[in-house]
């Protein structure tokens, strides 16, 4: 999966990053007083921040508690969801409107 993950291009390898990232936290169960997203590598804490800055409108800290980070989830599983569903109907209907978004 890493290696095919090098082809992902736009939102696809975002997705990825942020599955994985997403993974990386809840790997950590003692988010109450420890914050998981510290204990990720800078770079992909950037990375997590720049994209949830860029389409999600925040957080605004650069290092925001979990709390702050787990408000945007259901935000970004929803653009996920969306996207699936353009490229589903895409693949079926050819319909190419939404792949704009």
């Known amino acids: 999966m890493v290696d095919l993950s090098n082809e992902f291009h736009g939102w696809t390898r975002l997705v990825y990053k942020f599955g994985c990232a ?15 997203f510290d204990l990720l590598p800078e770079n992909e804490q950037k990375e997590l921040l720049d994209h949830l800055r860029y389409y999600h409108g925040g957080p605004f800290s650069d290092h925001p ?37």
């Open 65 to 101: 508690s979990f709390e702050d980070l787990s408000s945007f989830f259901p935000r970004v599983f929803e653009k996920i969801t969306d996207h699936l569903k353009c490229y589903i109907d895409h693949l079926k209907f050819k319909d190419t409107n939404c792949l704009d978004r």
């Open 22 to 36: 997403f993974i990386h936290l809840s790997n950590f169960h003692n988010y109450s007083n420890k914050n998981p």
